[in-house]
Nanobody, 118 residues
Framework: QVQLVESGGGLVQSGGSLRLSCAAS????????MNWYRQTPRKERELIAL????????SYADSVKGRFTISRDNAKNTVYLQMNSLKPEDTAVYYC???????????WGQGTQVTVSS
């Protein structure tokens, strides 16, 4: 069955770094745009980074641009989010999302908590 399994979340001090991973299975990973979203109790789920199916293009929300880097390894069916210079306002549950490049199939991971202490 389809699975997206995030890992790498945790507690880090302000200014620190974390690397999130999302391992995919059960679908043809290389045909999917991969996205990272985040959500806090006070805000709607926010798209923060995406990478196209072949990895040629990326896009970032202004709130993370210059600090976060999304990448993917299609041989390993895995997408990554390198998060540097973390701030307390980055505290959220981070979700991995797969969206087919041509049709409406879409999958979500279960989320991983990132907490940045000041």
């Amino acid at each position: 069955q389809v699975q997206l399994v995030e890992s790498g979340g945790g507690l880090v001090q302000s200014g620190g770094s974390l690397r999130l991973s999302c391992a995919a299975s059960g679908f043809t990973f290389r045909h999917y745009v991969m996205n990272w979203y985040r959500q806090t109790p006070r805000k709607e789920r926010e798209l923060i980074a995406l990478i196209t199916s072949a990895g040629r293009s990326t896009s970032y929300a202004d709130s993370v641009k210059g600090r976060f880097t999304i990448s993917r390894d299609n041989a390993k069916n895995t997408v990554y989010l390198q998060m540097n210079s973390l701030k307390p306002e980055d505290t959220a549950v981070y979700y991995c999302n797969a969206a087919h490049e041509l049709h409406s199939d879409e999958y979500w991971g279960q989320g991983t908590q990132v907490t940045v202490s000041s």
